[in-house]
């Protein structure tokens, strides 16, 4: 496995589990691209994802926050 992930690694990693959830129709209704995701290592070996949530006139509304888990392959809340 590599030693850094990408958003993309991420995406094909955990889409067995979360099929939905880097979806063109999901990532639309949040305004989103895969491109806005940001992905930072933690020390505990997951990675922090997260992007930016917008609204029809691109105003910040919220934040998509979440980690992955290289052993599951899974996204995770906390």
């Given at each position: 496995m590599?030693?850094?992930?990408?958003i993309y690694d991420i995406k094909e990693l955990s889409s067995k589990d979360s099929p939905y959830f880097f979806s063109r129709d999901t990532l639309k209704f949040f305004h989103q691209r895969?491109?806005?995701f940001h992905?930072?290592?933690q020390s505990d070996g997951r990675y922090y994802?997260?992007?930016n949530m917008r609204d029809n006139s691109g105003k910040i509304v919220g934040?998509?926050?979440r980690y992955f888990n290289p052993e599951t392959n899974k996204l995770e809340f906390e």
């Open positions: 590599k030693t850094r992930l990408t895969m491109a806005d992905v930072k290592k994802i997260y992007a934040l998509t926050e």
